[in-house]
T-cell receptor, first 113, second 111 residues
Framework: DGGITQSPKYLFRKEGQNVTLSCEQN?????MYWYRQDPGQGLRLIYY???????QKGDIAEGYSVSREKKESFPLTVTSAQKNPTAFYLC????????????FGSGTQLSVL | DQQVKQNSPSLSVQEGRISILNCDYT??????FLWYKKYPAEGPTFLIS?????DKNEDGRFTVFLNKSAKHLSLHIVPSQPGDSAVYFC??????????FGTGTSLTVIP
């Protein structure tokens, strides 16, 4: 079954700690995205990648980092510089160069201890 | 600045009636629009899309209308069913590169 897998579903971060959220897709999509959802707000783009070994900042990239070493994987690291990390994080993928739609994973809820 | 806006945070509709969810945008260069449905603690799932060359697209009970001059789109669900209760997001893109999402409307369909 093709899809996007995000793990873990729930994650807790201590002060000053970096945490990494996993996103894997087997849809053979070139483009991958990370969004953040806060209560009462829409999905805001953190980072996106159209091709392996290349990625661009979205609207709220500060305090986050990503890598794209493999087509299937696009992990997101929430660094200690992100002062308000509590949110629901969504990974998505699409065909690059004119996607019809984004396919989303089931999300990771990150909370600060 | 929010480029895509959904001004109604919530909407309640009786089962069998029409649900109308609205979305406004500010960027006249947006040429592709989508609606997503989202349940709590899950990822959004795609519902329906429309290109700026059209003013209407229909898929079963779901119809999306686009008014480019007013920079407004709406999603009509007819007839509404209890299983339609969810948060609905509209999204817009320019050349289908980066998608901008609205804040969502929580729809409750009352049996």
């Amino acid at each position: 079954d093709g899809g996007i897998t995000q793990s873990p579903k729930y994650l807790f971060r201590k002060e000053g700690q970096n945490v990494t959220l996993s996103c894997e897709q087997n849809l053979n999509h070139d483009a991958m995205y990370w969004y953040r959802q806060d209560p009462g707000q829409g999905l805001r783009l953190i980072y996106y990648s159209q091709i392996v070994n290349d990625f661009q900042k979205g609207d709220i990239a500060e305090g986050y980092s990503v890598s794209r070493e493999k087509k299937e994987s696009f992990p997101l690291t929430v660094t200690s510089a992100q002062k308000n990390p509590t949110a629901f994080y969504l990974c998505a993928s699409s065909i690059a160069g004119g996607p019809e739609k984004l396919f989303f994973g089931s999300g990771t809820q990150l909370s600060v201890l | 600045d929010q480029q895509v806006k959904q001004n109604s945070p919530s909407l309640s509709v009786q089962e069998g009636r029409i649900s109308i969810l609205n979305c406004d945008y500010t960027n006249s260069m947006f040429d592709y629009f989508l609606w997503y449905k989202k349940y709590p603690a899950e990822g959004p799932t795609f519902l329906i899309s429309i290109s700026s060359i059209k003013d209407k697209n229909e898929d079963g009970r779901f119809t999306v209308f686009l008014n480019k001059s007013a920079k407004h789109l709406s999603l009509h669900i007819v007839p509404s069913q209890p299983g339609d209760s969810a948060v609905y997001f509209c999204a817009a893109s320019e050349y289908r590169n980066q998608f901008y999402f609205g804040t969502g409307t929580s729809l409750t369909v009352i049996p």
